[in-house]
């Protein structure tokens, strides 16, 4: 699987809308990006994920890039429960490995 | 739904001592996944499971460590003569099925080797 490059921290205030870059320059063609959040003493769970077209859910908005090389995950109006460290995954969905491969990630520190 | 169990939550053991950690997936997943956290290390993939059958356990250490999955609805990762440099939280997860599903973490169990 392709690697990915994230800011190690980033900082916002409740209300903003935050925009988590993800650099992905030599995904392949067939590898989705996965975005998962982690918060102190619990499991990692999954925010969103998508292959070409922007993606959006309840949680966040996923927009990448025309080439793939990058993405961005939004999120909208964040909270204090936001705060949490942010990983981008690269994953091929069928015929590759299933697992999980996580970075470093991003930090999100979210203010009142 | 209760997501995905794990228990014990916390685990406190001896040197040299064995411990079995337990995961139950969410119902009608066939996916179970098993990671490693530290601080150090960070979050490390172990082994998986597909409709019970072991598929890929490239990140299991190759001695003290084995996993298994003896039926649906739960699944264990036995660490024999446990090491201090195993202390970390155990991660299972659990997906629909291998492929582009997302997956579903639990909250960990935190094993302490002394």
């Known amino acids: 699987d392709a690697k990915t490059t994230q800011p190690d921290s980033m900082e916002s205030t409740e209300g903003e809308t935050v925009h988590l870059p993800c650099s992905h320059a030599?995904?392949?063609?067939?590898?989705?990006i996965y975005w998962y959040r982690q918060v102190p003493l619990q499991g990692p769970e999954y925010v969103t994920h998508?292959?070409?077209q922007n993606t959006t859910n309840s949680m966040a908005f996923l927009a990448i890039a025309s080439d793939r090389k990058s993405s961005t995950l939004i999120l909208p109006h964040v909270s204090l429960r936001d705060a949490a460290v942010y990983h981008c995954?690269?994953?091929?969905?069928?015929?590759?490995?299933?697992?999980?491969?996580f970075g470093e990630g991003t930090k999100l520190t979210v203010s009142s | 739904n209760a997501g995905v169990i794990q228990t014990p939550r916390h685990k406190v053991t001896g040197k040299g001592q064995e411990a079995t950690l337990w995961c139950e997936p969410i119902?009608?997943?066939?996916?179970v996944f098993w990671y490693r956290q530290t601080i150090v290390q960070g979050l490390e993939f172990l082994t998986y499971?597909?409709?019970?059958?072991?598929?890929?356990d490239s990140g299991m250490p190759k001695e003290r460590f084995s996993a298994q999955m003896p039926n649906q609805s739960h699944s264990t990762l036995k660490i024999q003569s446990t090491q201090p440099q195993d202390s970390a939280v155990y991660l299972c997860?659990?997906?629909?099925?291998?492929?582009?599903?997302?997956?579903?973490f639990g909250p960990g169990t935190r094993l302490t080797v002394l």
């Open positions: 997860a659990s997906s629909r099925d291998w492929g582009g599903y997302e997956q579903y």
């Open positions: 030599t995904i392949s063609g067939n590898e989705y």
């Open positions: 998508g292959l070409q």
């Open positions: 995954i690269l994953r091929v969905s069928q015929g590759g490995s299933a697992k999980l491969i």
């Open positions: 119902s009608g997943h066939s996916a």
């Open positions: 499971f597909r409709n019970q059958a072991p598929i890929d």
